[in-house]
T-cell receptor, first 113, second 112 residues
Framework: DQQVKQNSPSLSVQEGRISILNCDYT??????FLWYKKYPAEGPTFLIS?????DKNEDGRFTVFLNKSAKHLSLHIVPSQPGDSAVYFC????????????FGTGTSLTVIP | DGGITQSPKYLFRKEGQNVTLSCEQN?????MYWYRQDPGQGLRLIYY???????QKGDIAEGYSVSREKKESFPLTVTSAQKNPTAFYLC???????????FGNGTRLTVT
C-alpha cells in the first residue's frame, strides 16, 4: 500500500513562473519529510527537508510547505528555470526509527524556456 | 570527493543466474540502503543496514540478499528467486539518525 503519493505524474511550467509539486501521505506517524530531484540514469539528489515541528522551510528558490492536518506537503520552486526539469520525489519517515524512508512515485517537471 | 559509487552502471544477465551489485561509500556513514525503482513506481526499500554485520529486510526483500562486512561496502545479490529482477537499483547511505539519504548513480540490471 502506497503510504506516500504524488498524484500528478507530470507538470509543465513556463520559465520564470512558479512550479508547485504536491505530495500526500497516509501515515500520521510520519514526521520528517524530504524532497529529491532526479535526472535520468542518475541517483536522486537531496533538495530540502522539513520536520513536523515546522510548517515551512525555505532554501533559495525552493520552499516546502507542510500541512499536518491534511497530511499534505508541497514544494514550490520560484522562479522556475529550465535546469529544474527533472523528476521530483517526496519521501517521508518517522524520526528515530532507523531513517527508513517511504517514497512517492515522482512528478516529472518540465520547465519550458 | 566523498560519495557513493555503484558499479557497474549497466548489467546484463541471463535468467537463473545470481548477480551481485556493488556499492561503496567514503562518506563515513553508518547506515546504507538498497532501493529499487520501476517505471511509474516510487523507490522501494529492499534492505538496509545501520551498522556493520547487521542488516534488516525492507518492504521487498524476497529474492535478494546483502552483506555488510565493512562500513564502506554494502553489496546486493539478486538471486534467481527474484521473479522480476529487471529494474534500476539505487544504493544510498546516511548518518543513522534523522538525516537525508545520499544516493549513488544507480545500476540498471536487465535480466533476459
Amino acid at each position: 500500500d502506497q503510504q506516500v503519493k504524488q498524484n500528478s505524474p507530470s507538470l509543465s511550467v513556463q520559465e520564470g513562473r512558479i512550479s508547485i509539486l504536491n505530495c500526500d501521505y497516509t501515515n500520521s506517524m510520519f514526521d520528517y519529510f524530504l524532497w529529491y530531484k532526479k535526472y535520468p540514469a542518475e541517483g536522486p539528489t537531496f533538495l530540502i527537508s522539513i520536520s513536523s515541528i515546522k510548517d515551512k522551510n525555505e532554501d533559495g528558490r525552493f520552499t516546502v510547505f507542510l500541512n499536518k492536518s491534511a497530511k499534505h506537503l508541497s514544494l514550490h520552486i520560484v522562479p522556475s528555470q529550465p535546469g529544474d526539469s527533472a523528476v521530483y520525489f517526496c519521501a517521508a519517515s518517522v524520526i528515530n526509527t532507523g531513517n527508513q524512508f517511504y517514497f512517492g512515485t515522482g512528478t516529472s517537471l518540465t520547465v519550458i524556456p | 570527493d566523498g560519495g557513493i559509487t555503484q558499479s557497474p552502471k549497466y548489467l546484463f544477465r541471463k535468467e537463473g543466474q545470481n548477480v551481485t551489485l556493488s556499492c561503496e561509500q567514503n562518506l563515513n556513514h553508518d547506515a546504507m540502503y538498497w532501493y529499487r525503482q520501476d517505471p511509474g513506481q516510487g523507490l522501494r526499500l529492499i534492505y538496509y543496514s545501520q551498522i556493520v554485520n547487521d542488516f534488516q529486510k525492507g518492504d521487498i526483500a524476497e529474492g535478494y540478499s546483502v552483506s555488510r562486512e565493512k562500513k564502506e561496502s554494502f553489496p546486493l545479490t539478486v538471486t534467481s528467486a527474484q521473479k522480476n529482477p529487471t529494474a534500476f537499483y539505487l544504493c544510498a547511505s546516511s548518518t543513522v539518525i534523522n538525516s537525508p539519504l545520499h544516493f549513488g548513480n544507480g545500476t540498471r540490471l536487465t535480466v533476459t
